[in-house]
């Protein structure tokens, strides 16, 4: 049986195409590579009812993800995460089929293990021994993890003020950590040197390409948890918006082999108030966004002044009739509250930006009350132990609380 059905890589801008089986950057246009698979013999050979009785982690794809052999997968149990019914804060917000995609369940806490799980993998079947990247700490703490699995060596630079949680995630690994006073444009560019002076593999956001095929499988999970169906909307907190580009990746090549049938859902990139160069651009209907300078927000996640693929994302949000929303750091803390006194789940300020942009959206008519709605919530609030601002009162010994 074929484990895998990719074929190979090509350019979504100059259609050049490039081996799948040795290792592969940017394409020589500048652009990132997409994986393409052999769909048509997918759709003959592999029959949907045969992906139920599979264990329950991303996995249970791998005819439709890049790793060729199964023994060359680097496993922590990743995937299959829960798709909750949010019907108390639907109700709150108007919204009478409201969904959490719920990543703070997955190893490291965000739903990065997706992309490292897959990157990782692919990159012990192609011989990779070192690779550098730049990190705003989940991914970081998620490829340096899968790394150590692995036996691969990581060095990875990440913004001083990246959620600290991340940062020991990294150094307890074992792989070289730098810390940088700036942004994670700025470590980027520390990684771009290295990575050409070392002979190195770059594991920068969509340098390599494959971290892009683990996200996507929160697609094909949302696809199958939902009975092999669309919902109208997903709404995704978008920094490099890889995880976007994957969805839509995921449902594109779920209809093609015949599994999914109807409308692609509206896609919503949600980003912070301090950071929405994608925002901009689709105000504008621009094909790409431009530097968005002195970025600042508490979701740590989307502080991405200029993302790679953003003509990707932007792609992705036209093609579906779908839109770009900015949240400010207030609204998506009190929200972050409200969906914990709601429905008991504390999720991440990135998670807790969607959801207020599901909010907004309902209000304003642009879901319907009896449309079906997506959130990812991308990670674990516990990862952002201090970011909640929370005031208790502290007792003396002997003080009564009657
Ligand atoms: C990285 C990250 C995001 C943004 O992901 P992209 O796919 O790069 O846009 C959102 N939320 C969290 C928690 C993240 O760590
Ligand atoms: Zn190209």
New binding site residues.
Partial sequence: MTYSYVSHLECPVCEKTYDVSTIQQLCTCGSPLLVRYDLDLVRNEVKRSSIRERNHDLWRYHELLPVQHEDHVVTLGEGMTPLLPMPELGQSYGLNHLYMKDESLIPTG???ARGAAVGISKAKELGVQHFAMPT????GAAWALYAARAGIKATIVMPQDAPSITRTEVALSGAELYLVNGLISDAGKMVAEKVTHDHIYDAS?LKEPYRIEG?KTMGFEIAEQLGWAMPDVIL?????????IGIYKALQELKEIGWLAGKFPRLVAVQAEGCAPIVKAWEEKKERSEFWEQSTTV?F??N?PKALGDFLVLRALYETDGMAIAISDQELLEEQKHIAEREGTFV?P??AATFAAAKRLAAEGWIGSDESVVVLN??AGIKYPDTAQIEVPLLEIGESII
């Fill in positions: 965000s739903f990065k705003n700490g989940n991914a956001t996200k995704y907190p978008t920094g490099g918006g890889v995880g976007l979701a996640g989307i991405v991440c990135e998670g991308t990670g």
